[in-house]
C-alpha cells in the first residue's frame, strides 16, 4: 500500500512511469540498416587512437638542478654505448610516480601525464631507439620506443550497442 500512501514512493512511481511512457517501442527502434547506415557515417569519428608503448629513464630537474641536462646525455650515452636493456636503464634514473613503463598510450594519454610538448616527441620516435632527452614538466626523460600501435577502426559488434543508443537519444 506504500504506492497509495507514501508521497516519495508516488512520487518515484509516477517518474518511473512518464519514463516507460516515452520509451522507444520496438517498432520505433532503429532497423538493422539504420545502424549500419550510422556506422558507415560515422566510422572514422569512432576510429581508436593511435597508441604508443614505450620505457622511459626519467631525471629529475628538482634532484639534479643544472645538472639535469649533463646528466641526462651522460646516461644516454652510458645506456647506448654499453648496451643496456629497456627495462634494466629504468633502474639508471630517478623514482617517478607515473611509472617507467607505459604501455598502450594515445597522444591524449601521454599530454595528460606529461605535457604536449613531451606527447608530440614521443609519437615521433621510432621503435628500437634512445631518444634524445625530452622534456616534461618534472625533468628530462631518455625513451625507448617499444612499439606503434596505429589506430583501428573498430567492427560494427563492437559499437553496436553505442550506435543504437545514440540514434534511439535522436529520435
Not at 509516477?14 to 511512457?21: D, G, N, P, S, T
Not at 632527452?133 to 631518455?142: D, E, F, N, T, V
Request: charged share 35%.
Amino acid at each position: 500500500g506504500l504506492e497509495r500512501e507514501d508521497f516519495v514512493v508516488r512520487r518515484i512511481l509516477v517518474e518511473k512511469l512518464r519514463l516507460l511512457a516515452t520509451a522507444l517501442t520496438a517498432t520505433e527502434s532503429p532497423s538493422e540498416a539504420e545502424l549500419l547506415r550510422a556506422f558507415e557515417a560515422q566510422r572514422e569519428s569512432l576510429r581508436e587512437p593511435e597508441r604508443r608503448s614505450l620505457f622511459h629513464v626519467f631525471l629529475s630537474r628538482d634532484h639534479r638542478g643544472d645538472r639535469v641536462q649533463r646528466d641526462a646525455e651522460r646516461l644516454r650515452q652510458r645506456i647506448e654505448l654499453a648496451p643496456i636493456e629497456p627495462r634494466a636503464a629504468i633502474r639508471l634514473g630517478d623514482a617517478l610516480p607515473l611509472g617507467h613503463t607505459l604501455e598502450r598510450r594515445s597522444l591524449a594519454d601521454l599530454e595528460r601525464s606529461f605535457g604536449p610538448d613531451f606527447a608530440a616527441s614521443v609519437f615521433e620516435l621510432e621503435p628500437g631507439h634512445w631518444s634524445r632527452p625530452i622534456a616534461s614538466a618534472y625533468g628530462l626523460h631518455l625513451v625507448w620506443l617499444e612499439e606503434r600501435i596505429p589506430g583501428a577502426l573498430p567492427d560494427f559488434e563492437a559499437v553496436r550497442s553505442r550506435l543504437l543508443r545514440e540514434l534511439e537519444q535522436q529520435a
